[in-house]
């Protein structure tokens, strides 16, 4: 069994700075591709940030320059650094990764709870 556990949303002002956390645990060989996604209220769930094993990173136009993605593959954790943040940023958070199981699990991809980010103006 895999979970992954999302820590560090909350409210904050426009401006300011928030980082979530989210550590991959239980049974796993490796984890490949690790990411944030993001729904707003009301719309769809998209990505914010992705990152490799290897450390290659692709971020969402909205948040390049302000948002940093990072992980640590020996704790199987990835953070997502938000500076500068926007009313328009407020939604909940979703980390998502990749992660190859033993069999007869195999590779597939796993989701966080989400965590609630909110920015006021």
């Known amino acids: 069994q895999v979970q992954l556990v999302e820590s560090g949303g909350g409210l904050v002002q426009a401006g300011g700075s928030l980082r979530l956390s989210c550590a991959a645990s239980g049974s796993i060989l490796s984890v490949r591709t690790m990411g944030w996604y993001r729904q707003p209220p009301g719309k769809q769930r998209e990505l914010v940030a992705e990152i490799t094993s290897g450390g290659n990173t692709n971020y969402a136009d909205s948040v390049k320059g302000r948002f940093t993605i990072s992980r640590d593959n020996a704790k199987n954790t990835v953070y997502l650094q938000m500076h500068s943040l926007k009313p328009e940023d407020t939604a909940v958070y979703y980390c998502?990764?990749?992660?190859?199981?033993?069999?007869?699990?195999?590779?597939?991809?796993?989701w966080g709870q989400g965590t609630q980010v909110t920015v006021s103006s």
């Open positions: 998502n990764a990749a992660v190859t199981a033993p069999w007869p699990t195999g590779p597939r991809d796993y």
